[in-house]
């Protein structure tokens, strides 16, 4: 886990300066009822497939991401924005098909993502990221297949920096739900309403110059 203690500004700096050139930006709708964990399957387990944004393997060093819109997990629920609201009980999902579940016990209702390879998702999964008063981070470095909160995209007024890992082909944005939000597997998506859009910023591995 990542929290904003362990970084400065300066290497943020830095990294923006020397990826400036070559972005490429996405403007991707994210419905509420987009399950974050059927990312990579065929067909979503409840509500429906989340929107994806593929990329050549080993061409993305880092990606960011800026948010806004509403969405609501049910009739009666509020409506909350992609940085999440406080939630009783918060955020406490299990793993599924090979995508990790999710913890984040202080809120929900939050914008989630998922780095993934060509393959399709199955078995446990790898480690589940726990974000409980820890999602004012600066940098993440997910795993694939590692679910992780993304919010609106910022911490304060700066950009949080999502690191591509190796073999990632797809970027996944969705939403984490369950018939219970805290202590549950995913699922009961279909009542969902609301979208957030969230401008995707693809930041190119630049290689350097051959001296032959």
């Known amino acids: 886990m990542y929290t904003r203690k362990m970084f400065r500004l300066v290497p943020l700096v830095v990294f923006f300066a020397h990826f400036a050139s070559g972005q490429q930006k996405y403007t991707v709708a994210v419905p ?13 387990f409840s509500g429906e497939l989340p929107p994806v944004v593929s990329f050549a393997a080993g061409s993305v060093k880092a990606v960011t991401i800026g948010a806004i819109g ?16 406080p939630f009783p009980g918060g955020t406490d999902l299990s793993s599924i098909d090979g995508i990790s579940g999710i913890i984040a016990l202080n809120s929900g209702f939050f914008l989630t993502g998922v780095f993934l390879d060509d393959s399709t998702p199955a078995g446990s999964g790898p480690p589940i990221l726990n974000f409980t008063d820890a999602e004012y981070f600066l940098i993440l470095c997910p795993r694939l297949f590692q679910t992780f909160y993304v919010g609106n995209g910022f911490t304060a007024d700066l950009h949080k920096v999502f690191f591509v890992p190796e073999g990632a082909t797809r970027l996944f944005l969705g939403i984490s739900d369950g018939c219970v939000l805290s ?14 859009y969230a401008e995707v910023t693809l930041h190119p591995v630049h290689k350097e110059p051959s001296s032959n």
């Open 32 to 44: 509420a009822t987009s399950n974050i964990f059927a990312a990579g399957q065929s067909v979503a």
């Open 183 to 196: 202590g549950s597997a995913p699922g009961c998506y279909n009542d969902n309403v609301g979208t957030f």
């Open 70 to 85: 509403k969405v609501t997990l049910g009739g009666g629920e509020p409506y909350s924005g992609p940085a999440g609201i």
